[in-house]
RNA sequence: GGAGACUUAGCUCAGCUGGGAGAGCGCCACCCUUACAAGGUGGAUGUCAUAGGUUCGAGCCCUAUAGUCUCCACCA
C-alpha cells in the first residue's frame, strides 16, 4: 500500500539499480522492430549541468515510450575525451601542484589525463544513474577508447587518400593561452572595445604622407606593403611607389588590389599577409613575403626591432604607439567597438596565425551533406526550420583546421621520415618506426564525435549491432552544437556508410536562469540539477523540463514550475491511494470489464481515457512532449480527479473498481516515460501488477470503451452541479446548505440516472422532475434545465439574468453577423454554416426561457 | 552586413492545418467535504507589439515598422 504521503526520496531509492540488474535497458531483442539512438557524449571535464539533465531527460522518455510500444530500443551510452576542454582542466590540476605538462612530458601527463577521466566518468555514471536514463551500458563507449581509435585513424587515412585532408601553411586561429590551432568555430567573436589608430606612413622621395588606420599597430612590424584599391582615384598616382613603414624603418611598396574597401577607412590599408586571413589572401595573389612576428605565446619575436623582443602583444602596442607618438607619426586616436575573435575555451584574444595545419577539405563533404537534404535519405530537423541553419553553414563553410597542439586526443596518424622529411599517412606506425617521427599533433575533438553515430557500433568492421542498429532513428540535441557537432557527423556518415547517420535530428533549446540569461560560471547562476533533484525529486525535474518547454526554443529554470510538476505528482500519488483503498479485498479486478454493467460516469470516464490516449500518443510520436503531457494533465486533473473519482464514491461497486484500475494504470503507463520513479512505485502496488512498469506495453486505444452519448450526458451533469454551486456562492450560502431542485424534462435521456449524483453533490435534499406547476414561482434560479427553489435575494438574481441575456444576445449577433453575411453562406464550407445555425437555433431558445423568468420577476 | 527567433492575463509561457482567447504561478472570496491544505469550490484579469493587406472570417497567412534576443560573417 502506498504511504500516506508521496516522499519523492523514498520512491526513488534503489529503484534505478533494479532496473539496470534487471537488464531492462538492454537492447537485442531481435524479434522487435529496432530503435536507436546514442547519447551526445557528455565531456568528461565536469559535472552534468541542467542542459545535460533536459537532453538526456527527453532521450529517456523517447526510450522508454519506444519499448512500451515495442521496440527493441538501442539507447547507448558514451562520453568524449573533450580535447582542450579536459586538457586545460587537467593543466589547471597540476598547476595548482606547480608543475606544467611540460616537467611532466606527454606520456607522464597522459597518464594524469586518464586519471582525471576516470574519475569524471565515475561522476557521470552515478549522475545519469540520479537522473533515471534507461542506457544500454552493455554497449558504452569512449571517444578514445581502442575501437573509435581505430575509427579515426582509418577515417584519417582514406580521407587523406582522397585528398580530403591536407597539410598545409596556412592563417589559422592561435590560440596563445593553450597554443593550439583552433577551428573557425571554436572562436567566439564578440564586441570589444578597441581603438583605432592613425598613422602616417610618408612617401619615400615625396613629401607626402598616406594615412593609414589600424586597430592593431603591433603588427605592423609585419607589414609588407600598403593596399589601394585599383579604382580608387585618389590613390592613382601613387601606385608602386614606396613608403616608409614608420615602425620599423622598412621602405614598402604600394600595390593595388579590389580587397580594398573605397569608402573604408582612408581608402589605403597596411598589409600584414603572415596575421591577417585577407591580407595573407592578398599575399598569395602578389606573392609577397610573409614574416611572422610573434612567439606561440602571442609575444613579439626576433623579426621585430630589438626593443620589442619578448613583449607581450599588448605591452608592444603601447610602446610602440607612444614612440610613434614622440617621432610624430600618430595622427590621431579613436575609441571604437569592434568584433574581437577569443578561443571558446581560454577566452583569450585569438592571434591569427601563418602555420602548417591539416586541414578537412569541406567543399566536395560539404555538397554531398547538402545534396542528401534534397532526397529520401535526409536528415529531418525537428522543428523543421533547423535545417535552414543547417544548410546555410555547410554552404558556405571554410576548410577544417583539425589539428591541435595538444597531448589528449587522437594523435595524427602522419609519420615523417628521419631521412628525407617525406610524409607517410598510415592507419598503423610504420614496421622501421626507428626511422620515423610520428605527428605531434592531435586531432580536433570533434573530429572524433563526427565519426559517433557509426564508430559506437563497431565500425569499420561490420558488426552486428552496425547492421541492426545502423542508421540510428533520431539524435537529440540542443542547436548550440548544430555546427560542431550534428553537420559533422553527417557529412562523415555520408562518406563513409553511404547514409545519413539518423532519420531525425530533434533540437531543443538551451536552459537558462529565472531571469532568462545564461547560466555561467563568471555570473554564478548555474543551478545544480542535483540540487533541484535533492528538494522536488527527479520527477519532478523531468517533468519539468520536458513539459515546460516548446520545441526548439529556449527555456527558463523555474523553481515555482518544477514545485508545481511536484504537486502534479502528489495529486496522481493521492488519487491513485484512493484507488487503491478501493480496490482493496476485491476479487476478479483482471477480468474483461463488462460493459453492460457500467454505469453513466463509468463509461464517461472511459470515453475520455480513449480519447485521452489517443491525443497523447499523436503528440508522443511526433515527440511533442509539452503537448502529450498537457492531455494527460487535463484528463487527470479535470476528468478524473475532479470528476470521476468524486462521482464514483456515489455508486461505486464492482464494475466501476474495474474501471478506475484500468484508467489509474493507464494514466501511469503515459507518464511512465516522464516520471518513472513515482510511475513504478504506484505500478508495483497495483493488483495483478507484472514485474516492473519498464515491461509493460503502451496504452492503446480501444474504441469499444467509446460512448459519445454518456459523455454527453456527463457533460451536462457537471454543468448543472457547477452552475449550483455557482448559485451558493453568488448567493453568499454555504457550499453544503440544502436546496430543493426542480428539473424541466427536456432532454432525451433519462433524468433517473443523474439524480444520485446530482443530489449528492448539490446537496439538494429534493430533486423535483417535471412538475408543471412550480414553473411559475417567484423565488427561483433557473439554469437551463434546472431550478433551485431558495429565499432569495431578487435583485441579484434580476442582475445574474441580466447578464446572462446580454451574454446570448452577444453570442446571437456574432452568429447572425456571419449568418447574414452572403459572402460567409457563399464561401464558407457546408459544416461551418450548419454549426452556426444550429447555435443560431439553441441560443434563440436559451434567450427565450430567460426571458421569461426574468419577467417573472417584476 | 546576412539569417533566424520572439513580442498573448501581474509573472513564465501554451494556442496543433485560419472559424467562439488558455495553463501554471500569483490575486480575491469561501471551505480542514471520509485520496490529496503540496488540497477543494467559486471568481476577477487580455484594443493577442503597431500599421496595412489577403480572406466570408486573422492571435494564427502576407508586407512594413518598433522593441527584445540569438546565430553567422575577414571589413583594415
Known amino acids: 500500500m502506498l504511504k500516506t504521503h508521496y516522499d519523492h526520496n523514498e520512491v526513488e531509492q534503489g529503484k534505478y539499480q533494479t532496473w539496470k540488474d534487471k537488464g531492462y535497458f538492454l537492447a537485442g531483442d531481435e524479434t522487435k522492430t529496432k530503435f536507436s539512438m546514442l547519447i551526445p557524449p557528455p565531456n568528461v571535464t565536469g559535472m552534468l549541468h541542467l542542459g545535460h539533465a533536459w537532453n538526456t531527460t527527453v532521450q529517456d522518455i523517447i526510450a522508454r515510450y519506444k519499448r512500451a510500444k515495442g521496440y527493441d530500443v538501442l539507447w547507448l551510452p558514451g562520453m568524449d575525451h573533450a580535447g582542450i576542454a579536459t586538457q586545460a582542466k587537467v593543466e589547471a590540476r597540476l598547476r595548482e601542484q606547480g608543475i606544467s605538462r611540460y616537467d611532466l612530458g606527454r606520456e607522464k601527463f597522459l597518464e594524469k589525463a586518464w586519471e582525471w577521466k576516470k574519475e569524471y566518468a565515475e561522476t557521470i555514471h552515478s549522475q545519469w544513474s540520479v537522473m533515471g536514463l534507461s542506457l544500454d551500458y552493455s554497449r558504452e563507449r569512449f571517444t578514445l577508447d581502442d575501437g573509435l581509435n581505430k575509427a579515426v585513424r582509418h577515417v584519417f587515412v582514406t580521407l587523406y587518400n582522397k585528398g580530403l585532408i591536407y597539410r598545409g601553411e596556412r592563417i589559422i586561429n592561435w590560440d596563445p593561452v593553450f597554443k593550439t590551432a583552433l577551428s573557425n568555430i571554436e572562436v567566439i567573436h564578440q564586441d570589444d572595445k578597441g581603438k583605432f589608430y592613425y598613422f602616417n606612413y610618408p612617401l619615400v622621395d615625396d613629401s607626402k604622407n598616406l594615412l593609414i588606420a589600424t586597430t592593431r599597430p603591433e603588427t605592423m612590424f609585419g607589414d609588407v606593403c600598403l593596399v589601394v584599391n585599383p579604382k580608387d582615384e585618389r590613390y592613382l598616382d601613387i601606385i608602386g611607389k614606396e613608403v616608409i613603414n614608420p615602425a620599423n624603418g622598412e621602405k614598402i611598396p604600394v600595390i593595388a588590389d579590389e580587397y580594398v574597401d573605397l569608402n573604408f577607412g582612408t581608402g589605403v590599408m597596411k598589409c600584414t599577409p603572415a596575421h591577417d586571413p585577407n591580407d595573407f589572401l592578398i599575399g598569395e595573389r602578389h606573392h609577397l613575403a610573409h614574416p611572422i612576428i610573434m612567439n606561440d605565446d602571442a609575444t613579439m619575436n626576433g623579426n621585430c626591432p630589438a626593443e620589442y623582443v619578448g613583449l607581450d602583444r599588448y605591452v608592444c602596442r603601447e610602446k610602440l604607439v607612444e614612440k610613434l607618438k614622440q617621432d610624430g607619426y600618430l595622427v590621431k586616436i579613436e575609441d571604437i567597438v569592434h568584433q574581437v575573435g577569443h578561443s571558446e575555451r581560454s577566452h583569450a584574444v585569438v592571434e591569427p596565425m601563418l602555420k602548417k595545419q591539416w586541414f578537412v577539405k569541406m567543399g566536395p563533404l560539404a555538397k ?194 518544477v514545485k508545481s510538476s511536484e504537486a502534479y505528482l502528489n495529486k496522481i500519488w493521492n488519487a491513485s ?25 463509468d463509461k464517461y470516464i472511459l470515453t475520455r481515457l480513449e480519447k485521452t490516449i489517443t491525443n497523447v500518443t499523436i503528440n508522443m510520436e511526433k515527440y511533442d512532449f509539452a ?137 439538494a435534499n429534493e430533486v423535483i422532475i417535471d412538475d408543471e406547476s412550480k414553473k411559475d ?29 446580454f451574454a446570448i444576445k452577444n453570442e446571437l449577433l456574432r452568429g447572425d453577423k456571419m449568418l447574414n453575411n452572403p459572402a460567409f453562406i457563399a464561401k464558407a464550407p457546408e459544416k461551418k454554416i450548419n454549426e452556426e445555425k444550429a447555435k443560431r437555433e439553441k441560443y434563440l431558445k436559451e434567450l427565450a426561457e430567460y426571458q421569461k423568468k426574468r419577467d417573472i420577476l417584476n
Open 577 to 601: 491511494r484512493f484507488v487503491l483503498s478501493n480496490l482493496e479485498g476485491e476479487e476478479k479486478l483482471d477480468e474483461e470489464i463488462d460493459l453492460s454493467k457500467l454505469s453513466l460516469i
Open 777 to 805: 414561482f417567484s423565488s427561483i434560479y433557473y439554469i437551463g434545465e434546472l431550478y433551485i427553489e431558495e429565499d432569495l435575494d431578487k435583485e441579484l438574481l434580476k442582475k445574474k439574468f441580466d447578464e446572462k441575456i
Open 368 to 561: 554531398r551533406a547538402l545534396e542528401n537534404q534534397n532526397t529520401d535519405d535526409k536528415v529531418e530537423f525537428i522543428p523543421e526550420r533547423f535545417n535552414k541553419i543547417f544548410e546555410n553553414w555547410m554552404s558556405d563553410c571554410d576548410d577544417w583546421c583539425i589539428s591541435r597542439q595538444l597531448w589528449w586526443g587522437h594523435r595524427i596518424p602522419a609519420y615523417y621520415s628521419k631521412k628525407d622529411g617525406s610524409i607517410l599517412v598510415s592507419e598503423e606506425p610504420p614496421a622501421d618506426m626507428e626511422n620515423y617521427v610520428q605527428d605531434e599533433d592531435v586531432l580536433d575533438t570533434w573530429f572524433s564525435s563526427g565519426l559517433w553515430p557509426f564508430s559506437t557500433l563497431g565500425w569499420p568492421n561490420e558488426t552486428a549491432d552496425l547492421k541492426r542498429y545502423y542508421p540510428l532513428d533520431i539524435m537529440v540535441t540542443a542547436y548550440d552544437i548544430i555546427f560542431f557537432w550534428v553537420s559533422r557527423m553527417i557529412f562523415q556518415a555520408l562518406e563513409f556508410t553511404d547514409k545519413a547517420p539518423f532519420k531525425k535530428c530533434l533540437i531543443h533549446g538551451l536552459i537558462r536562469d529565472e531571469q532568462g540569461r545564461k547560466m555561467s560560471k563568471s555570473l554564478g547562476n548555474g543551478i545544480d540539477p542535483f540540487d533541484v533533484i535533492k528538494k522536488y525529486g527527479v520527477d519532478a525535474l523531468r517533468y519539468f523540463l520536458t513539459t515546460s518547454t516548446s520545441p526548439g526554443l529556449d527555456t527558463r529554470y523555474s523553481d515555482e514550475k
Open 627 to 763: 503537448n502529450a503531457s498537457t492531455h494527460l494533465y487535463n484528463f487527470v486533473y479535470d476528468d478524473f480527479t475532479s470528476w470521476y473519482l468524486e462521482l464514483s464514491k456515489v455508486t461505486m461497486n464492482h464494475e466501476t473498481k474495474k474501471v478506475l484500475l484500468k484508467v489509474l494504470k493507464s494514466i501511469i503507463l503515459m507518464i511512465y516515460p516522464y516520471t518513472p520513479f513515482i510511475a513504478e512505485e504506484i505500478y508495483l502496488n497495483l493488483p495483478y501488477h507484472g514485474e516492473s512498469i519498464c515491461l509493460e506495453k503502451y496504452p492503446e486505444y480501444e474504441e469499444k470503451y467509446v460512448s459519445e452519448e454518456s459523455e454527453k450526458i456527463v457533460s451536462s451533469l457537471i454543468s448543472m452541479i457547477k452552475d449550483v454551486r455557482s448559485f451558493k456562492v453568488d448567493n453568499s450560502l454555504a457550499p453544503n446548505s440544502k436546496v430543493r431542485l426542480y428539473l424541466n424534462h427536456v432532454g432525451n435521456f433519462d433524468f433517473q440516472t443523474i439524480l444520485p449524483y446530482l443530489k449528492r453533490f448539490t446537496f
